[in-house]
């Protein structure tokens, strides 16, 4: 089992620019979650979607963010514009029903 | 009051010694808890979930649920050096885990 997959693992853009983030969850696992990891906020749950739908988006930032998840193996998240304030790790997490996550290995952003 | 929170650390502790953790949530109608080990710039990592009252052991590892004052607490004995991490507690309710801030252990040889 390769785990969850995300790409790229780092990104640096200028502010402004548009920033997909891409994950590929674990076989079999019906929930998929994006977390954004910053030491000032710790880990925030930024949206979840259970069998490709979204739950709960409520921890997205405002409307720059977007997420989608077309099917059960693929999910982005987009931000558009970005701006230096979006500068984090973004996690992808995948579990089977509502268990322990597993990780992806994380994407870092840099928006300068 | 954070939903989750956890001893600020960091935690030192000498190699052999054992390690606690502890974490206390606000909401009582949450069921499933977890802890994850993170280390530094790495993704967490799953090492324990419980969900009812009492010790859960996993090797080194034991997990303590308190429901009733809303604790949940992680003992890592024999501590290695390889432990030194951030340690995260996590809470699921509503369908969805809360994070705590982590602590920080180190383990000193």
């Not at chain 2, 996993?58 to 308190?66: E, I, P, W």
Request: charged share 20%; hydrophobic share 30%; net charge negative.
């Amino acid at each position: 089992d390769a785990g969850v997959i995300q790409s790229p693992r780092h990104e640096v853009t200028e502010m402004g620019q548009e920033v997909t983030l891409r994950c590929k969850p674990i076989s079999g696992h019906d929930y998929l979650f994006w977390y954004r990891q910053t030491m000032m906020r710790g880990l925030e749950l930024l949206i979840y979607f259970n069998n490709n739908v979204p739950i709960d988006d409520s921890g997205m930032p405002e409307d720059r963010f977007s997420a989608k998840m077309p099917n059960a193996s693929f999910s982005t998240l987009k931000i558009q514009p970005s701006e230096p304030r979006d500068s984090a790790v973004y996690f992808c997490a995948s579990s089977p029903g509502l268990n322990g996550y597993t990780f992806g290995s994380g994407t870092r952003l840099t928006v300068v | 009051q954070k939903e989750v929170e956890q001893n600020s650390g960091p935690l030192s502790v000498p190699e052999g010694a054992i390690a606690s953790l502890n974490c206390t949530y606000s909401d009582r109608v949450s069921q499933s808890f977890f802890w994850y080990r993170q280390y530094s710039g790495k993704s967490p990592e799953l090492i324990m979930s419980i969900y009812s009252n009492g010790d859960k052991e996993d090797g080194r590892f034991t997990a303590q649920l308190n429901k009733a004052s809303q604790y949940v607490s992680l003992l890592i004995r024999d501590s290695q050096p390889s432990d030194s991490a951030t340690y995260l507690c996590a809470v699921i309710n509503a369908g969805k885990s809360t994070f705590g801030d982590g602590t920080t252990l180190t383990v000193k040889p």
